[in-house]
């Protein structure tokens, strides 16, 4: 079955350090998107993705962040400068394609910001 | 304001019975809506959805109701098994997915099966 990739699986960076998350979404899909989860709270939708632009934000998704689709297949999250209440889970996301609305999340990439 | 919330934030079933999940959603233009399962360290893995022009939706031993004169969402989950442990989210959006994947999400229910 087709599944979204992210990697690292975890990182653990010094504060004011540049942070890049790498996923590979579903190689059909059109839609591509990032949440993070704090620890212990409820999933929070950051950034959608499609056609090459950004879509939809999220106020937590400030100049801060960004998100590039470099070539074909990969799908980035930058922090420039990472704070301490950056540490999360980031899932990224894909949908689209052949596989219709249902949007489906990678295991996620573990930020530790010290 | 709009939210997604969770009566109940713990569950306990014993192996076998049948799981009832509930979920209060408040913007009434939400028009699709997911139930997500998590498991410990993993990410949401998709169970079931539900466009609102439906209120029943049967999958392999779950199915999701939906009512909306009362913004209520229920998961049901029968013969519940040990596997079935884990946090179950439900999200909305007030886009029928494609680019609308700004998605709401509550605050989970934690499901604890007991052999």
Redesign the interface.
């Known amino acids: 079955e087709p599944e979204v990739t992210q990697t690292p699986s975890h990182q653990v960076t010094q504060m004011g350090q540049e942070v890049i998350l790498r996923c590979v979404p579903i190689s059909n899909h059109l839609y591509f998107y990032w949440y993070r989860q704090i620890l212990g709270q409820k999933v929070e939708f950051l950034v959608s993705f499609y056609n090459n632009e950004i879509s939809e934000k999220s106020e937590i998704f400030d100049d801060q962040f960004s998100v590039e689709r470099p070539d074909g297949s990969n799908f980035t999250l930058k922090i420039r400068s990472t704070k301490l209440e950056d540490s999360a889970m980031y899932f990224c996301a894909s949908s689209g394609g052949s596989s219709g609305n249902t949007i489906y999340f990678g295991e996620g990439s573990w930020l530790t910001v010290v | 304001g709009e939210s997604v919330g969770l009566h109940l934030p713990t569950l306990s079933v014993q192996e076998g019975d049948n799981s009832i999940i509930n979920c209060a959603y408040s913007n009434s233009a939400s028009d699709?809506f997911?139930w997500?399962k998590q498991e410990s360290?993993?990410?949401?893995?998709?169970i079931i959805?539900i466009r609102s022009n439906m209120d029943k939706r049967q999958g392999q031993r779950v199915t999701v109701l939906l009512n909306k004169t009362v913004k209520h969402l229920s998961l049901q989950i029968a013969a519940t098994q040990p596997g079935d442990s884990a946090v179950y989210?439900c999200?909305e959006n007030s886009g029928?997915?494609?680019?609308?994947?700004?998605?709401?999400?509550?605050?989970?229910t934690k499901l604890s099966v007991k052999p």
């Open positions: 699709y997911i997500y360290g993993k990410g949401p893995q998709f959805d989210f999200a029928y997915g494609g680019s609308q994947g700004n998605l709401i999400f509550g605050k989970g």
